[in-house]
């Protein structure tokens, strides 16, 4: 980064003023930011550009691509994250050989960084927009692991209604936690996501619409008793091995359905999946386990309108796995559009005619 490109970033900040309500961080100023040092001193010095490359580093997992990505010298880039390091008082990073782990101090700086600099970019924004140089933006989180149908028709209605608006769109693919925190914190403006329970509130200021309802498959193996009805009751379910997960993916409906299976056992407790991004390697290893093991999926189908099984041979996946139902539904999530409740007007318009024009 320039000597020009960082006056030029730090005069932008000076236009938006101080940032408030971040997590940890009281405001970022427009200068070098303090931080406590050993022994209660505050040295001056660490800057948004840190901050930015901590981020790149952390995303890319390794120096050479995180450089790449910047536009700088890898030597220079290590020499800026080691400096942070200096200013803080502590290591962020662990360096390996296959890439860089994240400390518990490191993670902590990760959130608190984006939230900063998204909170900065957000406010140049907005300043732009309030000189009428930029259109209106809206930062929405699209988090991985939707169902295909449902992520599609989203963001598919999501443009269509922005274009008509005039309303840019920042897509940002990352989780959401029960508590919609990105939102909340406001990293982003809105995003689609689920609640555990329909009509569920959610911590203010959020508005939501809901889009539906929606449930798991379970993957059974093809000798069990409940694989050729094509439905299984909770309680054969909880005297089985489950994967599912892993938790941070979706922590308010692995609560909610661990809450659900361990009210039918009290001892229950999920399997992560050995493959977190494939589920057909998983139903493959799950298909040679020495104990009985289900598969249970994220939210995976709209439940009104879903038929019953009705054959003798329920569709097979990898390894002759079985796909099966949860008899009685208890598995359910609620699909919603999630926003600030302070949008402008214009913003939030924009949403109420994409969960209107969504039909699953």
């Given amino acids: 980064m320039t000597a020009a490109t960082i006056a030029k970033e730090r005069a932008l900040v000076m236009g938006v003023g101080a940032v408030r309500s971040m997590t940890g961080i009281e405001q970022a100023q427009t200068g ?23 981020v790149a580093v952390a995303d890319a997992g390794t120096f050479t691509h995180a450089a790449e990505r910047m536009f700088i010298a890898q030597p220079t880039l290590s020499q800026q994250i080691r400096r942070l390091e200096e200013m803080v008082g502590t290591p ?42 930029d259109r209106p933006r809206l930062r929405f989180v699209l ?7 449902l992520a599609v028709g989203v963001a598919s209605r999501l443009r269509v209604a922005a274009a008509a608006a005039s309303v840019d769109v920042a897509w940002m693919e990352t989780a959401l936690d029960g508590e919609f925190s990105p939102v909340r914190q406001r990293r982003a403006d809105a995003g689609l996501g689920w609640l555990a329970a329909a009509g569920e509130a959610l911590p203010g200021p959020l508005e939501v619409m809901s889009l539906g309802d929606f449930e798991p498959d379970v993957w059974l193996p093809p000798d069990h008793r409940a694989a050729s009805r094509g439905v299984i009751s909770l309680g054969e379910l909880a005297g089985m091995d489950v994967i599912h997960g892993p938790r941070r993916f979706s922590t308010a409906i692995y609560d909610a359905w661990l809450a659900v299976m361990r009210a039918a056992n009290p001892r229950f407790d999920f399997t992560d999946p050995p493959f977190r991004r494939s589920l057909p390697m998983t139903l493959a290893f799950v298909a040679t386990a020495s104990r009985p ?54 913003l939030q318009q924009v949403l109420f005619d994409t969960a209107d024009s969504i039909t699953l």
Avoid: K, N
């Fill in 143 to 149: 988090p991985p692991y939707l169902p295909e149908a």
């Fill in 92 to 133: 962020l990073l662990q360096r390996r050989r296959e890439g860089v782990r994240l400390t518990d101090a490191g993670a902590v700086l990760l959130e608190e960084s984006r939230t900063v600099l998204s909170l900065i970019d957000h406010g140049v924004s907005r300043t732009r927009q309030a000189a009428g140089l």
């Fill in 293 to 346: 093991t289900a598969v249970l999926t994220g939210p995976q189908h709209r439940i009104v309108g879903r038929p019953a099984p009705t054959g003798p041979r329920p569709a097979a996946g990898a390894a002759g796995m079985v796909r099966a139902r949860a008899e009685g539904c208890p598995f359910a999530a609620t699909a919603s559009l999630v926003w600030s409740a302070d949008l402008p007007r214009q």
């Fill in 32 to 54: 070098p930011m303090a931080v406590s040092g050993p022994g209660g001193a505050t040295p001056q010095g660490v800057e948004l550009r840190h901050l930015r490359y901590f």
